[in-house]
């Protein structure tokens, strides 16, 4: 699993509890589970390449294009 954020990837390997992590209590044991068990494995994506970042957030011109070019998206051109 490809993550945007390194909290949230240390808080996957960490098996210490966080106070401050309780909301996400049980997302987050399912997920150290997995981790401790070598069924999955918690690596670092940079928010650039973060593919699904087009779909949630408002991007720069330039990383709307790159990502909508990775996906297979093409702009196509209307004629009035």
Same mark, same amino acid.
């Given at each position: 699993m490809y993550v945007d954020n390194k909290s949230t990837i240390s808080l996957a390997?960490?098996?210490v509890a966080h106070g401050r992590s309780k909301?996400?209590?049980t997302r987050l044991h399912f997920l150290r589970e997995k981790v401790s &068990? &070598?069924?999955l494995d918690v &690596?670092?994506?940079s928010t650039e390449m973060q593919l699904a970042d087009i779909l949630t957030k408002d991007? &720069?011109?330039?990383s709307f294009v790159v990502l909508r070019y990775k996906l297979g998206v093409s702009s196509i051109e209307i004629l009035n």
């Open positions: 390997m960490n098996l909301h996400r209590e &068990k &070598k069924q &690596k670092y994506c991007l &720069k011109v330039n």
